[in-house]
């Protein structure tokens, strides 16, 4: 149970870090969407100084020639006769970064419900789990009170058992100190020896020749 409880917190940490990557890409999306034209100017720019190869890459691969028109920093200069392309890469360029930033936005809004959807399934086994224990708390804790209260049903007859025991002792004791009080009282009047005088006479025969 504690190993499943683990895999899933980290699956909810590495479910966050993606989240907050996405955000993060996200935002500089939102940011850079309406300033599309400024940064692609100064890239141009950048690479028009630094790697001329690169620019002539984009015209060839946009089938255009400079930035703004076939003159602005166009390679070769004369690209526009070479290679027969009478615009500038702006608005392709543009258009394509544009659609970038969209397939950027729809893939982060499906990976974005992909991960609600694990986070909802993660949440519910967290729900599981913590049901699962506390059940099985209750249960040990209803267990345990069945328990007690067996134990206490059993202390409560053996109790009983022993109060009956000294009633029945009490009873006995009783009528024992009745019986003797009795038979006290029976010698002093005596009548306990004249009834067994009385009783010895009349079952020993009459002397012989008295008839």
Known sequence: MNEKRWVLWLHVFLLLVIIALQITVGSVAFVYRNQGDEVLDNAWGRVYKSDPRVI?????????????HVLDRAIPVTCALDLRYMTGCRENILTAF?????????????????ELVSLLGAAILF??????????????EASLVRALLEAHHVDRQI??????????LEYEALAGQVRSQTLARAR???LLDRGSSQGKGSRDPPPYGTF
């Open 159 to 168: 109790e009983e058992a022993r109060r009956q025991r000294e009633r029945q």
């Open 98 to 114: 544009q659609d970038s930033l969209q397939a950027i936005g729809v893939i982060g809004a499906i990976l974005g419900g992909i």
């Open 188 to 190: 002093e009047e005596g």
């Open 56 to 68: 002539l890459d984009l015209e060839n691969f946009f089938q255009c020639c400079g930035f703004e």
């Open 127 to 140: 729900h599981r789990f913590d049901k699962h224990r506390y059940d099985q708390e209750q249960d040990g």
